[in-house]
């Protein structure tokens, strides 16, 4: 799904997402009750939830949550703290040596502001982080987001435009922008 681009609710592509999403629920849930020690376990299961096995170097500590996972693309050295939470269905590309802190949420999907359409459709967009970027804890990306190189994200953030490459970029105050 483009970040121009809407997906209709009730049509094939929205079954067929669906259908991930509940496929990709039942792999996490099975993943965050596992030992921390089965490592083994814990590689398979990812592998499934992914659709390819972690690359090189990549932690991530349950609980993990994915509504899709086969769109969340980990580059190498990679570090997942716990409770992350990644709606991959637009797609979410990690850079190499990305570091996210513990209840960060990634968000590529929503729903159109306007009320006539907010039951209907699906919009959003892609998220690119590009390579060394530290994400605070309880930092939330939104669709269609791109973080440069280097850029840190602070602990509760809410990021709804692009972040420019060694930057800092802090903020979670919610302001009334237009009534409808």
């Given at each position: 799904m483009a970040s121009d681009r809407l997906m209709r609710i009730h049509s094939a592509e929205f079954r067929a997402m669906a259908e991930r999403v509940l496929r990709a629920t039942e792999l996490t849930s099975r993943l965050n009750v596992l030992p921390f020690e089965d490592?083994?376990?814990?590689a398979d299961l990812f592998e499934r939830i992914l659709g390819s096995p972690l690359p090189a170097g990549v932690t991530i500590y349950p609980p993990f949550f994915?509504?899709?996972g086969l769109r969340l693309d980990l580059a190498e050295r990679v570090f997942i703290n716990q409770n992350c939470t990644f709606l991959d269905y637009a797609g979410i590309r990690l850079g190499e040596r990305v570091m996210i802190g513990p209840k960060a949420t990634f968000i590529t999907v929503g729903h159109p502001v306007d009320?006539?359409?907010?039951?209907?459709?699906?919009?959003?967009?892609?998220?690119?982080?590009?390579?060394n970027v530290w994400i605070?804890?309880?930092?939330?990306?939104?669709?269609?987001?791109?973080?440069?190189?280097d850029a840190v994200v602070a602990a509760g953030a809410v990021v709804a435009d692009d972040v420019p490459e060694a930057s800092l970029v802090t903020g979670d105050k919610a302001r009334v922008h237009r009534r409808w």
């Open positions: 490592d083994a376990g814990k994915t509504d899709h009320p006539r359409e907010r039951r209907g459709w699906l919009s959003g967009g892609p998220i690119d982080v590009a390579e605070g804890a309880g930092a939330t990306i939104l669709p269609g987001v791109s973080i440069g190189r």
